[in-house]
């Protein structure tokens, strides 16, 4: 689809791509960043991340804020991108998800524990304080999205859950609405957002406000993988079971639901592509088609670059189980992917303030 610019893929929906042959990037076209779920897959993106918050955006001038949107693990960076001190925070963020300890099982009861301790790692000193700092943060709004299950989903029973999974992954092989019936998508705003949602796909669009109260639960709701992960329902509405917003937006696509916005989605991905659903990566044929990435700039690694890392791929949940009687090797690996994704987000940086970015960027 794309051709690599050295280490990295740079490509861009039409409206996006004119803008950057024209004018370049900078920090002020952005209007909205995006995060997409892939568990363990973010990691080859950290120092991309870690370069975009702490070096680019702070040279934004516009008084506007930018709104940030993430699933599952999107979801984790970005809240940790829009603390007092980003670098600070995604680099804390990366090292705990990096540290995840399993002291071989891999039950539900353990990866909730895991998950528990990122989470508590990422927001730490104290996490109230945290929480205050991006509900209070001038330069960002922050939108976390999960969602709403109904039918089978809507069961703490995992036996009913992967029944309707089960289905659904059948019905995925036809429609992009086999979820319909079990999920609506669910997204908590940061209260000072403006912003309305429009459902463009099928799938309605629950909005709600992100408080003190409901972040640690939103948040974790965003990557609580039905069956393997315990259900999260918050007090507001405990009718209703949350899980990962990854099964409607793996890697959300602006297009399906987001409200049409003035400036460009910075879109940091691991992939070089958009896989719009969950059951979608199973599928090689399914990608988000560019009319509905219009205004988006992806940044990911180049092939050539995934390539070259350690196992010659970049970390997944199945390194998990493959490393589980080996944690150090798995925790050396993962390090040296993070270390090594430093120099994508120096590549991206050098990009956009020579202005040479506007002849590496490709179409999406």
């Known amino acids: 689809m794309t051709m690599p610019a050295q280490d990295l893929t740079i490509a861009a929906g039409p409206s996006a791509l004119k803008h950057i042959r024209e004018n370049g990037l900078a920090p002020n076209d952005i209007s909205t960043i995006f995060g997409a779920s892939g568990a363990a897959k973010w990691l080859a993106i950290a120092g991309l991340d870690h370069a975009v918050f702490s070096e680019f955006m702070p040279q ?10 993430g699933t599952s693990v999107g979801a984790f960076k970005l809240s940790a991108s829009a603390r007092k001190d980003p670098g600070a925070a995604l680099l804390a963020t990366a090292k705990a998800y990096v540290e995840q300890s399993y002291q071989g099982a891999t039950r539900l009861e353990a990866i909730d524990e895991q998950t528990g301790i990122v989470l508590n790692k990422a927001f730490a000193p104290h996490t109230p304080d945290a929480i205050q700092e991006i509900l209070s943060n001038e330069r960002y709004r922050l939108h976390i999205g999960t969602v709403r299950c109904h039918g089978g989903l809507n069961s703490a029973n995992r036996v009913s859950q992967g029944l309707a999974l089960a289905r659904a992954g059948l019905l995925a092989l036809g429609t992009h609405h086999h979820l319909r019936g079990l ?23 629950r909005h709600d406000k992100l408080t003190p109260g409901n972040f640690m639960l939103a948040l974790r709701a965003s990557g609580s993988i039905p069956i ?4 999260v329902r918050l007090p507001e509405d405990p009718a209703h079971i949350y899980h990962d917003g990854g099964m409607l937006d793996y890697h959300p696509v ?11 989605i910075l879109y940091p991905h691991f992939y070089d592509h958009f896989k719009m659903r969950w059951f979608d990566k199973f599928y090689p ?4 088609p560019p009319h509905l990435l219009d205004n988006v700039v992806m940044v990911a690694p180049s092939r050539q670059w995934v390539g070259a890392l ?30 090594r994704s430093h120099a994508l987000g120096e590549e991206f940086i050098h990009a956009a303030e020579t202005g040479s970015i506007s002849d590496l960027v490709v179409p999406l």
Do not use: C, H
């Open 285 to 288: 044929w399914r990608k988000a």
């Open 310 to 339: 350690p196992d010659g791929k970049i970390p997944s949940r199945q390194d998990f189980t493959k490393y589980l009687k080996n944690e150090n090797e798995r925790f050396d690996k993962w390090n040296e992917v993070v270390r």
């Open 60 to 69: 934004r001038s516009r008084s506007t804020p930018v709104d940030l949107f």
């Open 254 to 264: 602006p297009g399906t639901f987001w409200p049409d916005t003035e400036g460009l």
């Open 228 to 231: 393997y992960m315990s259900p």
């Open 183 to 205: 999920t609506e998508r669910a997204v908590f705003s940061d209260p000072r957002s403006p912003l309305q949602f429009r459902a463009r796909d099928g799938y309605a669009v």
